[in-house]
């Protein structure tokens, strides 16, 4: 389990409930600055990874977006600064954000991924790549296709793939044995436990911008209560400051 922290303190947090591992989330961290998910430039997205790596102990992996590139030299270029930050291991994902082809031609995708490995290679820091497909959460839920493309980023150097939004074991135990023997991770879905996802051979389990939804979802329905109705029952739900401050040494 690698759950996704957006800042520093949820960082902290999570460090010290015992995940031995974390990852960054785009979507978390946007929403915390303002900026919808994938509105955030590097220089920015730089700087956010690099404050959750200082503030734990624990390796993290930087949701590394599609590099804030499109060419494969930039991606590389990109890469070996995100190096730069700390991390233990970065994604790239095949993602173009453009809903008439929302995924990235299959050569160029993979010579993406060949390029951040190679950008790693040359560091010579050890940084995990993780290769993602993005064809179902981005309007292409084609399983072959994914595989396919998992395979290519496997074959490029990608050390761990992933294709977030899979909703059915058996298309996860699909992809688990096409890639095997390198790992898979899944993203986390309520549908799911982790012993039925390490039963399917998943290897790591990452929950994305899900808790910072969480938190979100709990602070909008505090807000709404108050303007719209004159209460404060939400408040009452809230854990303690003095429980927060102990959290952080206070």
Same mark, same amino acid.
């Given at each position: 389990? $690698?759950?996704?922290? %957006?800042?520093?303190?949820?960082?902290?947090? +999570?460090?010290?409930?015992?995940?031995?591992? *974390?990852?960054?989330?785009?979507?978390?961290?946007? %929403?915390?600055?303002?900026?919808?998910?994938?509105?955030?430039? *590097?220089?920015?997205? *730089?700087?956010?990874? =690099?404050?959750?790596?200082?503030?734990?102990?624990?390796?993290?992996?930087?949701?590394?977006?599609?590099?804030? &590139?499109?060419?494969?030299?930039?991606?590389?270029?990109?890469?070996?600064?995100?190096?730069?930050?700390?991390?233990?291991?970065?994604?790239?994902?095949?993602?173009?954000?453009?809903?008439?082809?929302?995924?990235?031609?299959?050569?160029?995708?993979? #010579?993406?991924?060949?390029?951040?490995?190679?950008? $790693?290679?040359?560091?010579?820091?050890?940084?995990?790549?993780?290769?993602?497909? #993005? @064809?179902?959460?981005?309007?292409?839920?084609?399983? =072959?296709?994914?595989?396919?493309?998992?395979?290519?980023?496997? &074959?490029?150097?990608?050390?761990? +793939?992933?294709?977030?939004?899979?909703?059915? *074991?058996?298309?996860?135990?699909? $992809?688990?044995?096409?890639?095997?023997?390198?790992?898979?991770?899944?993203?986390?879905?309520?549908?799911?436990?982790?012993? #039925? +996802?390490?039963?399917?051979?998943?290897?790591?389990?990452?929950?994305?911008?899900?808790?910072?939804?969480?938190? %979100?979802?709990?602070?909008?329905?505090?807000?709404? #209560?108050?303007?719209?109705?004159?209460?404060?029952?939400?408040?009452?739900?809230?854990?303690?400051?003095?429980?927060?401050?102990?959290?952080? @040494? @206070?």
């Amino acid at each position: 389990m $690698i759950p996704n922290p %957006w800042d520093a303190g949820t960082a902290r947090v +999570l460090a010290s409930l015992g995940f031995p591992a *974390l990852a960054t989330t785009s979507s978390g961290s946007a %929403w915390s600055a303002g900026r919808a998910d994938h509105d955030v430039a *590097l220089e920015q997205a *730089l700087t956010r990874i =690099k404050i959750v790596a200082d503030s734990v102990p624990v390796p993290v992996n930087a949701d590394f977006e599609g590099g804030f &590139a499109t060419g494969p030299e930039d991606v590389a270029a990109n890469v070996t600064r995100a190096i730069e930050t700390g991390v233990a291991g970065l994604s790239i994902e095949d993602s173009t954000e453009d809903p008439a082809n929302p995924l990235y031609d299959f050569d160029l995708a993979v #010579e993406r991924v060949r390029a951040a490995r190679q950008a $790693i290679d040359r560091s010579d820091v050890r940084v995990l790549l993780t290769g993602r497909s #993005e @064809g179902f959460i981005a309007g292409r839920p084609d399983l =072959k296709e994914t595989i396919r493309r998992l395979q290519a980023y496997a &074959a490029a150097g990608a050390e761990c +793939l992933y294709a977030p939004g899979l909703a059915k *074991l058996e298309d996860i135990r699909s $992809i688990v044995n096409a890639v095997a023997p390198k790992p898979v991770n899944v993203l986390a879905r309520p549908t799911f436990s982790v012993k #039925e +996802l390490a039963d399917a051979g998943v290897r790591r389990i990452s929950v994305g911008g899900s808790f910072a939804r969480v938190a %979100w979802t709990a602070f909008l329905d505090a807000a709404r #209560e108050a303007q719209n109705k004159g209460t404060f029952t939400a408040v009452g739900r809230a854990m303690p400051g003095s429980e927060l401050n102990a959290l952080f @040494g @206070g």
